[in-house]
């Protein structure tokens, strides 16, 4: 792989992590806000409007975004067609879901500000489908800086209007208004986007061409749908079982190690459309190489994540919610070992994804995923609480980890992940020694103390070879040099 190529994935990366820290925070100043202006009816009236829309947003989709990134990486040529076609079928897509959303509310009967803040943020929904399939161009040309770029802007208009209507004392029904504003305003910008930096828009649609996209996408968008609801069943299950306490105890811990999907979620949005690009009917050595090093990032990352939240779960719990939720430490301890399986299943999702046509495998095992993980949840809750609802997430996590890896081995990947995973282990060992000792005051400055402690005894141990950091420090010295 050249070096114009590096510079680009870590460039993307870096863009996309930027976006996604920028969000987090964002999201965390809307919220904290909106619940201490709003107050707990209207603000439960919001959360659950904004819940509810978002268990449609695979629906939107149905696997569309990524089946038209994976084909446009490999045939630019054909990026008119595949655009404008894909903004039909989204926006079909988005009336439909709109329809069945106010066919629910209507049926559910809730108050009068509840539906028609439902309604409104629908609509905000669908627009952001529609701004998915600019990002589909933007990402396949390896241009993630304006996907960075729309993203943080959305939630800089969404975040600045709504802190604004809130302290005029406007109610839901504004906020819900806002998030449609932003929405139109990306639009907006991604349409200025694509036709200053890419190719105006040919208005030919071919509905033989739409059909043929929608059959190869409904794979990857059933799997979407299971692994959509796979992420809510602990919480519906738990609820249903154990009450609300456990809920928010569970929740507690779930989201942090949740949170942290953002990671790999960022690097594979830069690497994705360079392996759909690679593998056509066999790997290359490119490919393979890409992958190796891919999840002996991933497990350099993830592994000293796992065991430091394993060690410091009591501290942590204790210092972002409080002492009440106790209960929470065990749960966080379980599922931060799920940080192992997820960042490294993200490559090897995105990778069936990317080289089989139809992404049968990826569709097979969400399902299976979801059977085992509803299973597990319904055994072990009744009997183990909120930790049962974390070993249950474990399990389906590991057995999915599994499946990923029987499936790319059959297709010719060669990965050692025991070799890949051995120098990492030992390098943590030290670091996390160091956690259980130290009694950390400050959890910032402890942090970055761990960090060149655990880079420096991999550096040491041959864990990062001199080769890679001469690349590393290659890719820094150009970073600026290589111009989308």
């Known amino acids: 792989m050249d070096t114009i190529t590096k510079t680009r994935i870590v460039q993307n990366t870096v863009f996309v992590f930027i976006a996604q820290v920028t969000n987090i925070l964002l999201q965390m100043v809307y919220l904290v806000v909106a619940a201490r202006y709003l107050g707990n009816v209207q603000f439960g009236k919001l959360s659950f409007a ?16 990524n089946y038209a990134v994976k084909e446009i990486s490999r045939k630019k040529e054909a990026a008119h067609r595949y655009f404008i076609n894909l903004f039909v079928l989204k926006l079909l897509l988005g009336i439909c879901v709109l329809t069945i959303i106010a066919f629910i509310i209507s049926i559910l009967n809730y108050p009068p500000d509840t539906t028609i803040t439902t309604y409104l943020l629908s609509l905000g929904l669908c627009l952001f489908s529609l701004n998915t399939t600019f990002h589909a161009v933007f990402q396949s040309y390896e241009r993630l800086q304006y996907i960075s770029m729309t993203m943080i802007l959305f939630f800089v208009v969404n975040v600045s209007l709504a802190i604004i209507a809130l302290f005029m004392g406007k109610n839901i029904i504004t906020l819900a208004c806002i998030n449609c504003i932003a929405g139109i305003v990306v639009f907006n910008t991604n349409l200025f986007i694509l036709y200053k930096k890419f190719f105006i828009p040919k208005l030919t649609i071919d509905i033989p061409f739409c059909k043929e996209m929608l059959f190869y996408s409904l794979p990857i968008g059933i799997g979407a749908v299971c692994w959509s609801f796979y992420n809510r069943i602990d919480v519906s299950l738990l ?37 759909a690009k690679q593998y056509i009917d066999t790997p290359t050595p490119l490919l393979n190489t890409l992958c190796q090093k891919s999840c002996k990032l991933m497990i350099i990352i993830a592994l000293p994540i796992a065991m430091t939240l394993t060690l410091s779960a009591p501290a942590i719990i204790n210092l972002l919610y409080g002492k009440a939720y106790g209960n929470a430490v065990n749960s966080l301890r379980i599922l931060s070992w799920t940080i192992l399986f997820t960042f490294i299943s993200n490559i090897f999702s995105y990778l069936l994804i990317s080289t089989f046509k139809t992404s049968k495998e990826y569709t097979l095992y969400a399902v299976m995923g979801l059977v085992l993980n509803v299973a597990c949840n319904c055994l072990f809750i009744p009997m183990l609480d909120l930790n049962g609802a974390a070993i249950s997430t474990v399990i389906t996590e590991a057995f999915i980890f599994v499946l990923y890896y029987r499936s790319i081995k059959k297709k010719g990947f060669c990965i050692p992940l025991f070799q890949l995973a051995i120098r990492p282990f030992a390098a943590s060992l030290p670091t996390i020694c160091i956690v259980y000792f130290w009694d950390i005051k400050n959890i910032f400055a402890a942090v970055s103390v761990l960090i060149i402690i655990y880079l420096s005894i991999l550096i040491v141990i041959k864990g990062i070879q001199r080769e890679e950091i001469k690349e590393v420090w290659g890719i820094l010295k150009n970073f600026h040099a290589y111009r989308h």
């Not at 904004?50 to 975004?65: H, I, P, S």
């Not at 609820?239 to 594979?268: H, Q």
């Open 50 to 65: 904004m819940a509810f829309t978002q268990m449609f947003l695979a629906v939107t989709d149905l696997g569309l975004f």
């Open 239 to 275: 609820s249903f079982m154990k009450g609300d306490v456990s809920v928010g105890e569970y929740t507690a811990a779930y989201r942090l190690t949740n949170t942290l999907a953002f990671i790999p979620g960022a690097y594979m949005s830069a690497i994705f459309p360079i392996m």
